[in-house]
């Protein structure tokens, strides 16, 4: 698979921007999700005193919020997938066919892109300013080969399962 070939002429066929975009909502809903019972049990725990709610209430955000980062992690090794990517019937392949390993997922897919972005925003002390490397990343899926930045650091694509 050349990386520099456009989406039509790959062996395999890349997801659509709409699938990846679907993929990753999916996940940052689940990531978050286990904040909800913490939200909602605060203002209670907070009015009538009791604590020990509360801190059951954390507990359990922080039981369900390690299960799903393990799942996650489990599902990437093993398919190239996370939840959101599985529900939407897409995956990661290097561009030898491969499925990435962790590290070149955490490594070159991740890190880089959160790190410049903190970075940024410690230079220039405007919170928010480290989104457009976010934002950059994610424009370049309009190129012909629907790559992100992140893609190609990692040497990955996103294909239809």
Known sequence: MD?????DTYEVEAATRLSRLGAAL???VLQFAPLAPIFLLLPG??????????VVGLLAAAVVW????????????KNGQTIGKKVLGIRMITSEGEIPSLWRVF???????VVTA???ELIFK?????NVIHL????????????????????THVIKA
């Open 118 to 120: 903190a970075t940024i």
């Open 126 to 130: 405007v919170r928010g300013l480290g």
């Open 26 to 28: 999916i996940d940052v």
């Open 136 to 155: 950059v990343d994610a424009l370049l899926i309009f190129q012909p080969t629907r790559r992100c930045l992140h893609d190609l650091f990692a040497d």
């Open 107 to 113: 490594l070159l897919r991740w890190l880089p892109f």
């Open 45 to 54: 725990a907070m009015l009538s005193g009791q604590v020990g709610m509360l």
């Open 66 to 77: 390690v299960a799903l980062l393990v799942t996650q992690i489990v599902l990437l090794v």
């Open 3 to 7: 990386p520099n070939q456009t989406q």
